[in-house]
């Protein structure tokens, strides 16, 4: 069995910074892609970005690029997700997850099996 546990969101003023943190269970946590995904009020999850297993591959869906940066720290078994310049549409919660396959990227929600409980990050203008 599995578990994420997400930490490190909150609110913060619009160009502000945040670093969430995911910490993972199991000892599998190494060989799998790691994802960040988010939710706002209403709208569908959707991807933020991915990590493979070693670190070495990450991707981010455009309106990140440049501002948020992923990272993995396997001895610790945790996902980063550094957070830059924060704008109001950032607000959501956020949602850290591990791949169902060993050779997947996906930015599919769906091909994601493991889900952290999310935690909220909202920046006010």
């Known amino acids: 069995q599995v578990q994420l546990v997400e930490s490190g969101g909150g609110l913060v003023q619009a160009g502000g910074s945040l670093r969430l943190s995911c910490a993972a269970s199991?000892?599998?946590?190494?060989?799998?892609?790691m994802g960040w995904f988010r939710q706002a009020p209403g709208k569908e999850r959707e991807f933020v970005a991915l990590i493979s297993w070693s670190g070495a591959s990450t991707s981010y869906t455009d309106s990140v690029k440049g501002r948020f940066t992923i990272s993995r720290d396997n001895a610790k078994n945790t996902v980063y997700l550094q957070m830059n310049s924060l704008k109001p549409e950032d607000t959501a919660v956020y949602y850290c997850?591990?791949?169902?396959?060993?050779?997947?990227?996906?930015?599919?929600?769906?091909?994601?099996?493991?889900w952290g409980q999310g935690t909220q990050v909202t920046v006010s203008s």
């Open positions: 199991g000892r599998t946590f190494s060989t799998y892609t």
């Open positions: 997850a591990r791949s169902a396959n060993v050779y997947s990227a996906s930015t599919r929600w769906s091909q994601y099996d493991y």
